[in-house]
């Protein structure tokens, strides 16, 4: 976690499962302002307790869905198992577990009847456990009278955040696509439902959904849910509400960028490289945009950082790489943006300085055996300089990924792989390219036993050759013929 802040601590757990089980492992991060002084803490072993306990009669209603959760508390953090009638039970499509380091969540995907049962909750650690249980009673569900649709929320989750300030009211909403009348709206917030009053207000217009909150609190932040129910099903709508406060924690600093083009321009096929200086506290995240496409690492865009500085490389430009870049940086302080213009420049008319990239030097085949180093070199010219690129089974290699290593600089290009493996035998192709045009050159990197013995097949197939034509030769009277000498590799 970099660049820790306050809204990181809390429990963070890692789960791994597979069809025999589930496994968890749990830590706790505490966070302590820079201002306070440093304070080491560190938590007695303590065997698991139950903080809540499960209920003592669960009731369900088949065909629906069914949650039930438990806290539990103990250091180090315990492992958590379901049973269900003395047997543990196996994530699957039916049951799904979590655990976040407090709050053990046993969730039933689709209630039958044959989910009815005694259930427990069981957590260990190497001070001792602790067990809670319930029964769980399915009631038959509704019977479905005519044809209906279940309900439908345009989205399941949706992903951007609504903050608000502390103090001021805001307003969550749903969109509700399909589903057949009646239905049944309410909201949750972190599982627990929210009834309608003057603080939290329902409201349905068409198929918007809304939840008035009048007066946000810090305490009001949490994971709310748009949940619509009817006789056919029931669909959810989850969305988080942060709350913030205008009063920035000392130290803060809201993002500055520096230093950065208005406009800039590139040859065409040549890289382009952005460079942006950008100042913050704590450090800024950084997002790149191309219109309203968001940049991400690729063949085609390299994004790195040299201390405060934010470069992005366009690679091998072209006529579509010409428009508004957007970056974007942001911290708890504030967010800002810069906006840089590129544009591509044409090539220049013909009988200009310019000229083709052709090969000076072209790369040449080598055998090396499994565990040795291997070289292709090629030398070339170009103006403006050419862009070098090296293939595999037309796959484009990149510098320090599988063995591989480039080195070019000066019209010269080296493809080195410092340790042969199986994979690395084979034929390459190496391309030199400007605005102008493009030269390619192949080669092959050889086991150097296999081309041993093709070199011994290949000679004494030639003596073979030799001698049957030296049999059937014929010449004219008067003439002068030489016989061509015996191979040793023939005499055999």
Known sequence: VHHVSVHDQGFYNCTATNTEGIATSSSEVEVVRAEAPKRRTRKEPKAPQFIEVLPGVLRGTAGEQTTVECSVSGFPSPSIVWMRNGQALVPSDRYLMSYDGECATLKFAHVTLADEGSYACVATNQNGDAKTQMKFEVAPGVHKTGDGQAPLFRAERLKDRI????????SLEAEIIGGSEPLTI???????QIEDSAAFRYSQSGKI?????????PEDAGQYS??????????????????????????EQAPKILDAPAGLSADLGMPLV????????????????????????SDK????????????TISDTNRRDAGKYRITASNHAGQTTHT?????REPTPSGSSANQPRFLVHPVSMQAAVGQKAQLQCSFEGKPMPVVSWFRDDVRIRDGVGGYSIDTRDGDSTLSVVYMEKEHFGEYLCTVRNPYGEDLATAKLLLEAVLRLLSTTV?????????????????????TAALPQRCPAARK
């Open 163 to 170: 903050r608000v300030r502390d103090g001021q009211p805001c």
């Open 226 to 251: 748009c949940e619509a129910r009817n006789q056919w099903g029931v669909a959810r709508c989850q969305m988080r509400m942060e709350v913030y406060s205008d009063e920035k924690p000392a130290g």
């Open 209 to 217: 959904c809304r939840l008035a909150v009048a007066d946000a609190f």
């Open 459 to 479: 000679l004494v197939a030639f003596c073979a050759v030799v001698r049957s034509s030296v049999r059937s030769n014929v010449f004219l009277e008067g003439t």
């Open 301 to 312: 865009y390299k994004m790195t950082s040299d201390g405060e500085s934010m470069i992005l």
């Open 274 to 297: 952005i460079k942006a200086k950008i100042v913050g506290h704590p450090d800024p995240v950084v997002e790149w945009h191309k219109g309203t496409e968001k940049v991400i690492n």
């Open 340 to 344: 840089v213009d590129v544009t591509v």
């Open 186 to 192: 309410k909201w949750l917030r972190d599982g627990v």
